[in-house]
């Protein structure tokens, strides 16, 4: 019997341009254009330094949470002042412009996207064009795998989640005190809900990922003796099949949710209170 040896360390070959009859190059184009547009809004607003938070309804903007810079503290909207650092402070205020006030919080979670497995076919094709598309030829000679620096890194995904997942809490928690009247006490605004679904759409993003359902479910070798655990894994098995959908929607909710707050702050509008 014959045997057929490996490939060696280059791309498939595929002697056309592309085997495709579609407009292949709608998706990388399109992906180029939206993660491009969003880094540079992402960029500017995480240095802004300002119109961040809003003390008479509790509005934070999920850029800049956990807010560590120490002008989170005493923060003064329209005559109302209030504190905007829930976890206290480390960052001097000389560190405005250069250092982001959600310093611990950043980094992790643009670790955890350029890592994520949706994030990586995304960027891969549309910035690296390795390779544009399924069925089209492959610009570069050479891949060695996620084996050597910096592709490596890619590996420390599933620590990259358990960061997410805590920051994911913290955001929840901002969510929950966005629900603060104009009066004291309880109350409900626009902002209020853009909150809670931004913060919804970030779990279900987060609990969709395939290092999560991992986690809830994996190392097992029986699920009859962990209903629990196998009851857990269904349920995120069922949103894991939209993971790249909630990946692309949190980029927008992220957005909204940061120039919502940004426009009330500033003054530029009102709260739309809907309770108190």
Same mark, same amino acid.
């Given at each position: 019997m014959s045997t057929v040896e490996a490939p060696g360390k280059t791309r498939a070959q595929i002697r056309e341009r592309t085997l495709r009859r579609d407009d292949w190059r709608v998706y990388p184009v399109t992906t180029l254009v939206i993660f491009t547009a969003w880094v540079v809004y992402a960029t500017i607003r995480a240095f802004w330094g300002s119109a961040f938070y809003v003390p008479?309804?509790?509005?934070?903007?999920?850029?800049?949470?956990?807010?560590?810079?120490?002008?989170?503290?005493?923060?003064?909207?329209?005559?109302?002042?209030?504190?905007?650092?829930?976890?206290?402070?480390?960052?001097?205020?000389?560190?405005?412009?250069?250092?982001?006030?959600?310093? %611990?919080?950043?980094?992790? =979670?643009?670790? &955890?996207?350029?890592?994520?497995?949706? #994030?990586?076919?995304?960027y891969y094709r549309s910035f690296w064009a390795s390779p544009p598309a399924c069925a089209v030829s492959e610009p570069h000679g050479k891949y060695t795998g996620e084996r050597r620096f910096p592709l490596i890194g890619q590996n420390l995904h599933r620590y990259f989640w358990m960061a997410a997942f805590l920051i994911s809490l913290v955001n929840t928690w901002d969510a929950v005190r966005a629900f603060h009247g104009k009066d004291g006490g309880f109350g409900i605004g626009l902002g209020t809900l853009i909150l809670v679904a931004n913060v919804v759409l970030l779990w279900l993003y987060t609990l969709s990922c395939h290092s999560c359902r991992? %986690?809830?479910?994996?190392? =097992?070798?029986? &699920?009859?003796?962990?209903?629990?655990? #196998?009851?857990?894994?269904?349920?995120?098995?069922?949103?894991?099949?939209?993971?790249?959908?909630?990946?692309?929607?949190?980029?927008?909710?992220?957005?909204?949710?940061d120039l919502y707050v940004a426009l009330v702050s500033s003054g530029t509008i009102s709260d739309l209170r809907l309770f108190n």
């Amino acid at each position: 019997m014959s045997t057929v040896e490996a490939p060696g360390k280059t791309r498939a070959q595929i002697r056309e341009r592309t085997l495709r009859r579609d407009d292949w190059r709608v998706y990388p184009v399109t992906t180029l254009v939206i993660f491009t547009a969003w880094v540079v809004y992402a960029t500017i607003r995480a240095f802004w330094g300002s119109a961040f938070y809003v003390p008479q309804y509790h509005y934070l903007t999920p850029f800049y949470s956990p807010c560590l810079n120490e002008i989170c503290n005493n923060v003064t909207v329209d005559g109302h002042t209030g504190d905007a650092a829930e976890f206290g402070t480390f960052l001097p205020a000389a560190t405005r412009g250069w250092i982001p006030f959600a310093a %611990i919080s950043l980094p992790f =979670l643009l670790l &955890f996207r350029l890592t994520c497995y949706y #994030y990586r076919k995304a960027y891969y094709r549309s910035f690296w064009a390795s390779p544009p598309a399924c069925a089209v030829s492959e610009p570069h000679g050479k891949y060695t795998g996620e084996r050597r620096f910096p592709l490596i890194g890619q590996n420390l995904h599933r620590y990259f989640w358990m960061a997410a997942f805590l920051i994911s809490l913290v955001n929840t928690w901002d969510a929950v005190r966005a629900f603060h009247g104009k009066d004291g006490g309880f109350g409900i605004g626009l902002g209020t809900l853009i909150l809670v679904a931004n913060v919804v759409l970030l779990w279900l993003y987060t609990l969709s990922c395939h290092s999560c359902r991992h %986690i809830v479910g994996g190392r =097992l070798k029986n &699920f009859s003796k962990h209903p629990v655990r #196998y009851w857990m894994w269904g349920q995120v098995s069922k949103i894991n099949l939209n993971h790249g959908r909630y990946a692309l929607i949190t980029l927008g909710s992220l957005v909204v949710a940061d120039l919502y707050v940004a426009l009330v702050s500033s003054g530029t509008i009102s709260d739309l209170r809907l309770f108190n």
